[in-house]
């Protein structure tokens, strides 16, 4: 027990900042501190991580959430203008405050009923092998044993850039169903501008 | 090389959708791209067809795809079933997007990945291949639906579609999370398994975990009350995009649902009705096709009208599904009626948009009045599927309705059988209603009608879907035996 007291106080000072993070992110009025609410949420989930030998998984949770979506939820933070802040919508705030109060009770019930079963039955814990969490196991898992889910995702990195281009471009190449015989010129000009360049 | 020719579907419109984007990018000549989407899905059906008569039986190798993919005959039935609602779409858009002037080359490359999609879903064996299949075609309906930016009810459909969709998948996977803490699979054979023995350790886990897939999966088959999304998107959507989704999208998520049901959840305890999902399923169906037929009844636009009868059409399939807990030919019934529907509702989109004409389209019933007098051939083909879609004899649509219900009978569900029927013949009543417009009523006087387009595109579409329906009408025998075939895999 007492070897592992460190990491427990590390642990647990992680777990503190995660829910400080995630109560900020969902009261805070300001959507910029909300984004750096999320941003505490997540940097600590990168430490529990850490603490779990999932070193590969820590890093990649720096890099893809905080590094690219906080960046870019601060991004359209900046777009709309820092003193955007949520309009008072009373329109149903009733259903809303019922779902929200739905979820939480069943994520209560949902903790409840896993530490009831673990108290009864302790889960057995398995000690982790030698190159658990690193790089080299990581890849060698997702080039082997899951290569196929792998080469499938590519598919989906494609249609969501062609769904971009798609709904980008159509932005300025069409017309309403009304019928606008300007925009369609001037789209049909720059589309031919596109295309030589 | 076995695997190739196991994969050859969907490795066959994967290649395709490539080369199409490369034509796009360097042809002039825009009209033939249409054609190409068509051509590459239907030849994905082909191949299917083609694996399916050499016999998977003669191939070795696939241990490799395990657990991700399975390839057995219901996985060629689906891959055939959206490939050929993937081909009919594509052949309508061909037509819609020149008449309304929207055609640009993306439309087809994401119509080709969204099938890629939900073929990889119909091969799913695992939850996470599903789940990659499910969000390629979500993205490539979302984006389909956003298709025409300059409208504002596109681009509000889109969000609505997207926020919707996307809180579903999220759902989904919160369920498949649970399962894999209850269970330590992610994979539906794994699953199905450690259900069966009993051994997870966190009962409760995985019954919260089932009953949120469901949700999510009731989320994407559009049933209600998780419908909201449906005829928002249906409308907004440019009405290729919109039969697309009606069809292919639809099947898709029929596929996901049945393989998740009944091989993740196919154990007895599951499958029991006291403590398993059929009289969840069977709650969904029931207020399903209730809710959607009285509100399809109400509506003054055809689209959307045709929006809640697939909403309703997805009822009848969850009817189906729930009878085939108790196995006999309920499942392919299901199969079957997926199949009837994919070609009328294809049918029935295609006459709609034969209908109108570039800023003159035909939206709502009041625009349709008189169509049968004044232009007796473009009015037939909207009134011929709409009497497959109600289930009208000789058409392919009746024999769907018929297998169902006759199939629920022999399970022992009269109640929702009779429910079915009662439903039924209220949902002939607004197909109908599209008759009496283009038939019996005149426009008022100075009131917008719609002018039809011309367009050998639409018309190859209906043609196509034409001789399906006719054929599945009048001898159904030989498609039955093969939906029939499909389903052992699964059951």
């Given at each position: 027990m007492n070897q592992h007291l460190p990491a427990q106080i590390f642990m647990y000072t992680a777990a503190a900042f995660a829910v400080f993070g995630a109560l900020g992110a969902a009261f805070s009025k300001n959507p910029i501190r909300g984004a750096m609410g999320l941003l505490v949420l997540i940097l600590s989930i990168a430490v529990m991580f850490l603490s779990l030998h999932a070193e590969f998984l820590a890093f990649i949770q720096l890099i893809v959430y905080a590094g690219a979506i906080v960046v870019l939820f601060l991004f359209v933070i900046m777009l709309l203008g820092p003193s955007a802040t949520s309009p008072a919508d009373k329109r149903g705030l009733l259903v809303r405050a019922f779902g929200g109060s739905l979820f939480g009770l069943s994520a209560i019930g949902l903790i409840a009923l896993c530490v009831n079963s673990l108290l009864k039955t302790p889960l057995e814990v398995v000690p982790a092998t030698e190159d658990f969490g690193h790089v080299n196991a990581f890849g060698a898992e997702l080039f082997a044993r899951a290569v196929v889910p792998f080469e499938l995702s590519s598919a989906l990195l494609m249609v969501a850039v062609v769904g971009a281009i798609a709904v980008a471009r159509g932005r300025h190449t069409d017309d309403d169903a009304q019928g606008n015989a300007v925009a369609r010129q001037s789209s049909a000009t720059s589309v031919a501008a596109t295309k030589e360049s | 090389m076995d695997i190739l020719i196991a994969l050859s579907p969907i490795v066959a419109v994967s290649v395709g959708a490539l080369l199409l984007m490369l034509a796009e990018a360097f042809?002039?000549?825009?009209?033939g791209i249409a054609l190409g989407a068509a051509v590459i899905q239907a030849s994905g059906a082909v191949f299917a067809g083609a694996v399916w008569i050499y016999g998977?039986?003669?191939?070795?190798?696939?241990?490799?795809l395990k657990p991700w993919l399975i390839v057995d005959r219901f996985t060629l039935f689906f891959d055939m079933l959206i490939c050929l609602g993937g081909a009919l779409a594509s052949l309508l858009a061909g037509g819609y997007l020149r008449e309304h002037r929207i055609e640009r080359g993306e439309f087809y490359a994401l119509m080709l990945f969204a099938t890629i999609g939900a073929m990889m879903i119909a091969s799913a064996g695992d939850t996470l291949t599903l789940f990659i299949g499910l969000e390629t075609m979500s993205i490539g309906a979302y984006a389909m639906t956003a298709f025409r930016r300059g409208s504002q009810r596109s681009t509000e459909a889109a969000v609505k579609y997207f926020l919707l969709g996307s809180f579903a998948a999220a759902l989904l996977l919160y369920g498949f999370a649970l399962l894999y803490g209850a269970t330590g699979h992610t994979d539906l054979a794994g699953l199905a398994a450690s259900l069966k023995g009993n051994e997870t350790q966190f009962p409760q886990l995985a019954v919260i975990g089932m009953l949120l897939v469901i949700v999510g999966l009731a989320f994407k088959v559009s049933a209600v009350p998780f419908h909201a999304w449906t005829p928002d998107a249906y409308e907004g959507a440019p009405t290729p995009a919109t039969s697309y989704m009606a069809v292919a999208v639809k099947a898709g998520a029929f596929a996901m649902l049945m393989r998740v049901l009944f091989?993740?959840?196919?154990d007895e305890r599951s499958m029991s009705?006291?403590?398993?999902?059929p009289p969840v399923v069977a709650a969904l169906a029931v207020v399903t096709m209730s809710v959607a037929n009285l509100i399809a009844g109400r509506q003054e636009s055809v689209k959307r009208m045709l929006a809640y009868s697939s909403i309703a059409h997805a009822g009848y399939l969850l009817v189906g599904v729930v009878c085939a807990t108790r196995g006999g030919e309920a499942l392919s019934s299901v199969l079957f009626y997926l199949l009837t529907y994919t070609v009328s509702t294809i049918g029935a989109f295609g006459g709609l948009i034969l209908c109108g004409s570039y800023g003159k389209e035909a939206v709502s019933y009041e625009d349709l009045s008189g169509l049968g007098k004044r232009n007796p051939a473009v009015a037939l083909p909207l009134a011929f599927f709409c009497m497959s879609l109600a289930g009208i004899p000789p058409t392919a649509g009746f024999f769907g309705k018929w297998y169902l219900i006759k199939s629920a009978m022999d399970g022992g569900f009269h109640w929702l059988a009779i429910i079915a029927l009662v439903n039924s013949v209220f949902g002939a009543y607004y197909y109908l209603r599209v008759l009496v417009f283009l038939y019996m009523r005149e426009p008022a006087a100075g009131a917008p009608v719609a002018v039809p387009m011309k367009s050998g595109y639409v018309a190859a579409a209906l043609i196509l879907a034409a001789v399906f329906v006719v054929m599945l009408g009048l001898s159904p025998d030989s498609a039955i035996d093969v939906a029939t075939k499909a389903t052992i895999a699964v059951q």
């Open positions: - | 042809s002039k000549q825009r009209s998977l039986d003669a191939l070795s190798g696939l241990d490799v091989v993740a959840f196919g009705w006291f403590a398993g999902w």
